[in-house]
């Protein structure tokens, strides 16, 4: 055995998983955890993840990186058959996993630049992910996370061009740019772009590229430039995932948020008026501290409203040394069903979205099992097995709760 990685939390762990295994060639005998921080949950899986290894490979060196262990090196190099803790800008180092290196966790709050890396391919992934983004500059009262990845670093714009070039050229039909803050993309850069005329210019240089998507965005800071490409640019998916957090402006306020709900409203309506049909999602934190049943019913009402049909649900978890977690908390259990209200509320916004696709021609990208995503993201099942990685055009037969169902046209 070489190197097995387990990789916990976003798409640019995803990315940067597949970096270090590219760095990490010629290592022997050895797991690599990527940590995320974002919940107690995702930690709590990372733990048990480790604590298997190390119970079923009792001689497997384990090396812990991520969010997590960046945050509290200290408790994750105790853990059984730990050999070493790397911090996110050491996990992306050469020299981190030369011969004989040991843990190293730098201060990722002095970080200034991002490393360029190039990844050629996704292991068991059919489409590619590419960092465009590191750190955050904003202080949200619920998240840890500006600490573990320390402030905005924008990539270079050709940097960029170059590794959407090469995973294109390896085959990849869908490029997702991500970060951890990527509407914060560019003012550290020479002339400040947006994240808009990124794209614009990166859309340019690789024309070759068929299909283009974001991850999660910010709703306070869509640029002019990216407006304007939701309204012509027939490559950059029509698919809008918001990090919303919430429907309330009491709670949202208190997150220290930088939008309000009529804001939120505001970009879901221009962006099905620039993009008729545009499939658009939520991040959302149920039972934050202080969330009355009033309040909650807020954010409830605003899934409804604004007929949301992919929402990613999170119970609130509290992070030790974010000012949420001195904030008046809200029972578990009360979290839990707040959850899965708003969940149920998404499902049945999905299904509606669902039934509306039924008839349609689409284009899909194949996935393992028959399965695959459409342009808008939807989940689809096809009716005959297809080699992941390929773009084809299906009808949409019928839906299920959760997907579309679809023959190849």
């Not at 009262?141 to 090469?166: H, K, L």
């Not at 029972?331 to 999905?350: D, F, S």
Request: with cysteine; glycine share 6%.
């Amino acid at each position: 055995m070489t190197v097995d990685i387990l990789t916990f939390g976003c798409r640019l762990n995803i990315y940067e998983s597949e970096v270090m295994r590219g760095l990490s060639v010629g290592v022997t005998d050895t797991v690599i955890v990527n940590t995320c921080a974002v919940t107690a949950e995702a930690e709590r899986q990372a733990r048990q993840a480790i604590r298997k290894v190390a119970r079923e490979r009792p001689g497997v060196r384990i090396v812990v990186t991520g969010c997590a262990a960046q945050i509290d090196p200290a408790s994750w190099a105790a853990m059984p058959n730990v050999d070493r803790v790397l911090g996110n800008d050491d996990k992306l180092k050469p020299e981190s996993w030369l011969p004989g290196a040991g843990s190293a966790v730098s201060d990722i709050m002095a970080a200034r630049e991002t490393a360029a890396h190039l990844v050629t391919e996704f292991a068991s992934r059919a489409r590619a992910f590419v960092q465009v983004q590191q750190g955050c500059d904003h202080r949200c009262t619920f998240c840890i996370i500006p600490f573990g990845r320390g402030p905005n670093r924008s990539v270079p714009i050709g940097v960029i061009a170059d590794q959407v070039r090469t995973l294109v050229a390896s085959g990849y039909q869908e490029v997702v740019l991500t970060g951890v803050d990527v509407a914060s993309y560019g003012p550290d850069l020479p002339g400040a772009p947006s994240l808009g005329q990124m794209i614009r210019r990166v859309l340019r240089a690789v024309p070759e590229l068929p299909r283009l998507r974001l991850s999660s965005i910010d709703p306070a800071a869509i640029d002019d430039d990216l407006w304007r490409l939701i309204a012509e640019e027939p490559r950059l998916m029509p698919h809008l995932h918001l990090s919303l957090q919430a429907g309330s402006d009491l709670i949202l306020k208190r997150m220290r948020r930088r939008h309000l709900r009529a804001d939120a409203m505001a970009v879901v309506e221009r962006a099905r008026d620039l993009r008729p049909g545009i499939a658009i999602g939520a991040d959302l934190i149920a039972g934050f501290p202080t969330e009355t049943d009033a309040l909650f019913d807020d954010t409830l009402r605003f899934v409804q409203e604004a007929a949301l049909p992919y929402l990613h649900v999170f119970p609130y978890s509290e992070r030790p040394g974010t000012p949420a977690a001195r904030m008046p908390s809200v029972a578990k259990p009360v979290r839990k069903a707040r959850a899965a209200a708003l969940r149920a509320a998404g499902l049945v916004e999905a299904r509606r979205f669902f039934a509306g696709q039924i008839g349609q021609v689409v284009s899909l990208l194949t996935e393992a099992d028959q399965s695959g995503h459409t342009e808008h993201f939807a989940p689809v099942r096809l009716a005959q097995p297809m080699a992941p990685g390929r773009l084809v055009r299906a009808i949409v037969t019928g839906s299920t709760e959760d997907m579309l169902l679809a023959e190849a046209a």
